[in-house]
Nanobody, 126 residues
């Protein structure tokens, strides 16, 4: 079992930055693809970005490319999401997810991921 705990959310003005963290416990995430999803009020949860177990590959949705950066520190069993130039449409609850995999393929569907955090709220004001 892996427990995931997100932190770093908050209220920020448009154009600002936030850095989310997702700390894992219970077992190492070094053999896991790690992802961030988000869910805005009244909308379905959507894939945002993910990083493979070794950190060699990443994938982003078009709307965050060039603004968001996912990274991982396997020694700390933690992943991060650096979010820059935030927009009001980035407002959502952000969830961390883990998938046991050494593959370089990155799934974007929710049911591909085995473990989920409780989420952290990000609110971007205009």
């Amino acid at each position: 079992q892996v427990q995931l705990v997100e932190s770093g959310g908050g209220l920020v003005q448009a154009g600002g930055s936030l850095r989310l963290s997702c700390a894992a416990s219970g077992r190492t995430i070094s053999g896991s693809t790690m992802a961030w999803f988000r869910q805005a009020a009244g909308k379905e949860r959507e894939f945002v970005t993910a990083i493979t177990s070794g950190g060699g590959s990443t994938h982003y949705i078009d709307s965050v490319k060039g603004r968001f950066t996912i990274s991982r520190d396997n020694a700390k069993n933690t992943i991060y999401l650096q979010m820059n130039v935030l927009r009001p449409e980035d407002t959502a609850v952000y969830y961390c997810a883990a998938r046991h995999s050494y593959s370089n393929l990155i799934p974007t569907r929710m049911n591909a991921y085995d473990y989920w955090g409780q989420g952290t709220q990000v609110t971007v004001s205009s």
